[in-house]
């Protein structure tokens, strides 16, 4: 039911109507008693600007950002009073947006979080802090992974992507501890990685996934795609084949849900719903 004290929250992207977020959410509400609810917004590709400022002042608690907003949400903090995290200004992107009731907003960005959740419940015995990382991609959540495993003491990130400038500006930004790549290096890039992530958008839809230089990775290298649809990827079918030990993005995508849905709703979800289950029979459906 809703109530005239119903906190409301929500997704905002372009398109949106293939988010699991709002399932996600509005389970963790339906199983933890919440008085809250959680809907998607889709404002035109040129309207995120207009769409957010007019919530300001807590209209509604706040918003889960996805693409193509994410670095227009960071840029949204720009006013006296508006808060930008660490980790939202080290990955030059935002995917969670608060809104305070003085009219100033909060930006953070918990991909990162959601990513090292994914590592922690399907790679537990995986010591980041002593792994090289290798990251398959430069894009928006290449950027937010490297950002997320620095921050979070892993002491070298390989970035391999067809566009060096985009992974050297990773690498810029996040000093001597990342390096740049393009493919062709990649035996170099992999040598000695404790985990191989997918970063690229390649395997979404059931395509092919990355190439991998298999003869230069170690019998213990964990496999980890952000791709979810299919649960899972050509790149990490090929990884289990080889007996790598495999993290899908799923987990990640449950574990960025799980720190925004207590800034929006004061409480951490509860562990009575399984909705990783619940998620993955949307999928299948699908
Ligand atoms: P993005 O900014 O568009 O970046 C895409 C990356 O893929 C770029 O590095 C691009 O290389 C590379 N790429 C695309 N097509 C390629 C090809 N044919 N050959 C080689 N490289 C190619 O996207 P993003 O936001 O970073 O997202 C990347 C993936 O992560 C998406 O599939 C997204 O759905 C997924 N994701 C999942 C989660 C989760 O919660 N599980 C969260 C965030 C993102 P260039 O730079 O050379 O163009």
């Known amino acids: 039911m809703i109530s005239g004290q119903t906190l409301v929250a929500g997704v905002v992207g372009w398109p949106v109507r293939h988010s699991m977020s709002p399932l996600i959410h509005n389970h963790w509400l339906q199983a933890g008693g919440v008085d809250g609810v959680y809907v998607a ?3 035109p590709k040129d309207g995120f600007s207009a769409f957010a400022s007019g ?12 693409l193509p907003f994410k670095e227009q949400a960071l840029s949204l903090a720009s006013g006296a009073g508006d808060q930008v995290s660490d980790i939202a200004r080290l990955s030059g ?14 930006v953070d960005n918990t991909d990162g979080e959601g990513l090292l959740y994914a590592f922690a419940r399907q790679a537990p015995s995986l010591n980041l802090t002593s792994a090289l990382v290798v990251i398959l991609g430069a894009g928006g959540a290449a950027r937010g992974a490297a950002a997320a495993l620095i921050l979070a003491g892993v002491p070298r990130v390989h970035i391999v992507n067809r566009t060096l400038e985009k992974a050297q500006s990773i ?5 001597p501890k990342v390096q740049a790549f393009v493919p062709t290096q990649a035996e170099a890039a992999f040598d000695g990685a404790g985990a191989v992530i997918n970063a690229t958008s390649l395997g979404l839809g059931g395509g092919e996934g990355p190439a991998v230089p298999w003869q230069s990775v170690s019998e213990g290298t964990v496999f980890m795609d952000m791709v979810y649809r299919p649960l899972e990827t050509d790149f990490l079918a090929k990884a289990k084949a080889r007996g790598h030990q495999m993290v899908d993005g799923l987990d990640m995508l ?8 207590e800034a929006f709703f004061g409480a951490p979800p509860t562990p009575s719903v399984d909705v990783r289950a619940i998620a993955l029979a949307q999928l299948t459906a699908a």
């Open 41 to 43: 917004f889709s404002p």
């Open 171 to 175: 690498a810029s930004a996040l000093g």
């Open 254 to 261: 449950i574990g960025q849900a799980r720190p925004s849905f």
């Open 55 to 66: 919530l300001r002042g807590g209209a509604i608690r706040g918003l889960n950002v996805t």
């Open 93 to 106: 992107a935002a995917n969670l947006v608060l809104f305070d009731s003085d009219g100033s907003v909060r």
